[in-house]
């Protein structure tokens, strides 16, 4: 008979709303869920013990007609989302859509 080995089970927090979740599941990966305390955009969560916060970056830059992701409750452009740990940070970059048109 061949043993099954299981995979494991990790639990995750959220630093921002505290909401928890947990994954089965092997090798490395991340969980994340839509956060309403970092308005509303896809957050990471974390593993459980780890110290964390969730800093959202606006944009500074002169926009343009660039296509960029904006806050959904101020409507103001963002850069990033970064998730600072303990041990080391995290960066979700928003670039800007790339267009084209055909004349």
């Not at 639990?11 to 979740?21: Q, V």
């Not at 974390?46 to 969730?54: F, H, I, N, Y």
Request: proline fraction near 8%; charged fraction near 20%; glycine fraction near 4%.
């Amino acid at each position: 008979m061949i043993p099954l080995i299981e995979a494991p089970v990790t639990n995750w927090y959220c630093p921002a709303c505290k909401a928890t979740d947990q994954t089965k599941q092997a090798g490395h990966h991340v969980r994340y869920h839509t956060c309403p305390k970092v308005r509303f955009l896809s957050a990471p969560m974390v593993r459980e013990g780890t110290a964390a916060k969730l800093v959202v970056h606006e944009r500074e830059a002169y926009i343009g007609s660039e296509l960029v992701q904006y806050d959904p409750e101020q409507h103001r452009p963002l850069v990033s989302l970064e998730t600072v740990r303990d041990n080391g940070n995290d960066l979700i970059v928003y670039a800007p859509t790339a267009t084209a048109s055909v004349d």
